[in-house]
């Protein structure tokens, strides 16, 4: 995923060109499943500024310094329709989730005194409801684990509208190519080491036996009848971070038991030495 970092320019001085970029949304709040028209217009008052070109960007969620592009966001795949013209552009967000909760910003690249200069709008922070008003909560009991160890996972969902019947609670984890959702039974890695235990509220999984190649991105996934309907609600992820043992642990052992090991060595020596020493002292008796 590229991202690039963003500078706030300020124009100062006679002659400086003065570009503004107002964007909003047709909504402050909205349901998941509804559709979000965000609008953006630029307006300038001076001859020197020549062609501007109009994208739709986000903030990035682990970085507010940096913002990255619609199109390189598989999650809004198949879900965006974007309008635009040197001095307007509109953007439909199809299908909302909880998920979607991004700041998105009108980004207005133009040409100023033969320069590219890069002007951002407003930030729009998207407000989204999740459906029949259904909350996830989920944890794992640490922040950090090393080989060997057992994480355990939580999740709780919390409901307060009666047109939700039942939910069914399931572990998931994110493919790292694509982002897809994968369930935890389907990956052979796991297998034999995943217990996990769940009812219509609540769901707990230990996996044990942790190693470096467990670093996935985990999520607690509740499919609801909300309506008579399905509804798959996804939790946020957790990123699980799994340290290597110290390498120093395995020649310890290695290094006892040599030392044991050459104990019971020179022990040996030191006994048939004995036993010869008083072999030798009964012959010579004997003669």
Known sequence: MQAFVFLFFIALG???AEVRVNQRANKDEYT???????QCNITFDMENVQNCELEWVIEDPDNKDEIIEMHELLKFKGRVQINSNSTHSSMILKSLTTNDMDVFLCSATCTIDQRLKVMLGKKTKLKVTGF????????????QYTEGDSVLFQCNITFDAEDIQRCSLKWVTEHPDNNEIIEMQELQKFEHRVQID??????SMILKSLTTNDMDVFLCSATCAIDQRLKVILGKKIKLKVKAQIQTDAWLHYLIFGINLLFFIVATII???IHRSHTRRRNDTDE
């Open 14 to 16: 006679l002659g400086s």
């Open 32 to 38: 998941e499943e509804d559709s979000a028209t965000f």
């Open 132 to 143: 029949g008003s259904v909350s996830m909560n989920q944890s794992t009991n640490k922040d």
């Open 198 to 203: 769940s009812n219509s509220t609540h769901s």
């Open 271 to 273: 006994c048939v030495s």
